[in-house]
């Protein structure tokens, strides 16, 4: 059993925290960022809630990534917290190596996501139930990272 610790990613946007947690929690604001650059996201359903779920596609020139996923926890502005859920297109849970994914990836992962009040500031603190290593070779954590770059840019543009 592997027990190196989840995926914590940390990243400080210079915007209140209700404006970063509408960004996770909009369809509106989330298919502008929540997908690596070169990619795009379709959002077949999103359902905000505890209990409420979501049904997306990240699309790129390779393959489309379809995931489902729970809404476990939603505590506005404080917290969101979900299950991921590697899917086919109809939205029925799949195995990652059958919809192109590593092997190893696992089939359902919980993220958890917080936002801290830092004044004009806000801490977010992305947490993924998967270790960083396998994160990493995957490319699941540069395209966290890529995505964090774009919700920057994204809240950046909406302000102006």
């Not at 690596?36 to 390779?62: I, K, N, Q, W």
Request: with cysteine; proline share 8%.
């Amino acid at each position: 059993m592997n027990h190196e610790p989840a995926l914590v990613i940390q990243r400080v946007f210079a915007f209140p925290r209700e404006l970063v947690f509408d960004a996770w929690t909009s369809v509106d604001l989330l298919p502008q960022w929540f997908a690596p650059s070169g990619c795009t996201l379709h959002v077949e359903r999103l359902d905000v809630r505890p209990g409420g779920g979501f049904h997306m596609c990240v699309r790129s020139p390779a393959f489309d990534c379809w995931t489902v996923g729970t809404y476990l926890d939603v505590t506005p502005p404080e917290r969101i917290v979900f299950t991921s859920t590697i899917a086919d297109a109809a939205g029925n849970p799949a195995s990652p190596a059958s919809q192109g994914h590593d092997p190893a990836w696992p089939a359902e992962t919980l993220v958890t996501v917080t936002f801290v009040d830092r004044g004009e500031q806000t801490l977010v603190t992305l947490e993924q139930s998967v270790s960083e290593t396998l994160a990493r070779r995957t490319g699941a954590y540069p395209s966290w990272i890529d995505m964090l770059d774009r919700l920057e840019r994204q809240l950046t543009s909406t302000r102006r």
